[in-house]
C-alpha cells in the first residue's frame, strides 16, 4: 500500500449462533491484501462471539459505533434468524451501507439483511435449504457460487464465501493480486464426494438431513425430485436464476 494511503476497511459481523466459515474463509483471503484491513464488529466491543454449538468463538473488537462507515461489509449466515431484526444492527447496516463499496453476504446472511430492504429487488445466491426465503424480502434466488448484482456480492453456502472474497479481492485490488490469494492459501477444492450441491445427494445423505441426530432438520420442505433437483424446485440444471 502506497504512503498516504488509507487502507480499505472490511468489516465483518459477528452476532451469537453464526457459521464461523463464513467469516473466517473469507478473512483467510482479504486480510492479506495489502490495502484491506479486515475489522471483526457487534453490538459491543469485547464480546466473545459463539457459533451455531456454541464451542467456538470469535471476538468482536469493535462495536457498530466504533466503525460508522467501513468500505465493505460482510454478513455471514448462521443459525440466528431473528438476528436480522435487531433495530441496532439494521439501523447500522443501512448506514454503513449507503457508503460502502460493497456490501456482502455469506450464506444465509442473505436473508439476515432482509429485513434492512437492502434486498429488495435484487438477485442474491445463498444456501440452497433458505432460497424460497429470499422472496418475502423482494429478492430473487440465484443459483450461483457466488452473484454480484450492483455492489451487493452474495454467495451460497458456507464455503462458497471463499469464492466470493477471492473475486471480492479482485474488485478491491486486480486479478493478478487475487490470484496470488488464492495461491497463497491454496485453495484448490478437490472434495472426495461430489454432494456439494444438493441436487447431487442420494436418499441416504438426506435421511441424514432430516434426522435430529444430524441436525434436526426433519420438518424441512426440501426433498430430492426428479433429475435431482428439489421438489421445491429451485432450478434446473441449465438455469442460473429464479
Not at 466473545?48 to 464451542?55: W, Y
Not at 438431513?209 to 435431482?228: A, E, L, T, V
Request: include cysteine; proline fraction near 6%; charged fraction near 15%.
Amino acid at each position: 500500500m502506497a504512503a498516504g494511503f488509507a487502507p480499505l476497511v472490511v468489516a465483518m459481523v459477528l452476532y451469537h449462533n453464526m457459521t464461523m466459515l463464513d467469516v473466517v474463509g473469507p478473512y483467510e483471503v482479504l486480510h492479506r491484501l495489502p490495502n484491506v484491513v479486515v475489522k471483526f464488529v457487534g453490538d459491543k466491543a469485547g464480546t466473545v462471539i459463539r457459533d451455531t454449538q456454541g464451542t467456538l468463538g470469535l471476538v468482536a473488537d469493535y462495536s457498530f459505533d466504533d466503525v460508522p462507515r467501513p468500505d465493505v461489509l460482510l454478513v455471514p449466515g448462521g443459525s440466528n434468524n431473528t438476528y436480522g431484526y435487531d433495530k441496532r444492527f439494521i439501523n447500522w447496516l443501512q448506514k454503513a451501507d449507503e457508503t460502502t463499496i460493497y456490501t456482502t453476504t455469506v450464506c444465509t446472511g442473505a436473508v439476515l439483511i432482509g429485513p434492512s430492504g437492502l434486498t429488495k429487488g435484487k438477485v442474491m445466491a445463498t444456501h440452497w435449504a433458505v432460497y424460497d426465503q429470499l422472496a418475502q424480502f423482494g429478492a430473487h434466488y440465484a443459483r450461483a457460487r457466488y452473484f454480484k448484482d450492483g455492489k451487493l456480492i452474495s454467495s451460497a453456502g458456507v464455503s462458497a464465501g471463499i469464492d466470493a472474497a477471492i473475486y471480492l479481492a479482485s474488485l478491491l485490488t486486480d486479478e493478478v493480486t487475487a490470484r496470488w490469494a488464492q495461491m497463497v492459501i491454496q485453495y484448490d477444492p478437490q472434495p472426495p464426494f461430489s454432494t456439494g450441491q444438493a441436487s447431487q445427494a442420494d436418499p441416504q445423505v438426506w435421511d441424514l438431513f432430516k434426522s435430529p441426530k444430524y441436525g434436526g432438520y426433519g420438518n424441512h420442505s426440501f426433498s430430492p425430485g426428479p433429475r435431482g433437483c428439489f421438489e421445491e424446485a429451485v432450478c434446473t440444471q441449465e438455469c442460473a436464476i429464479k
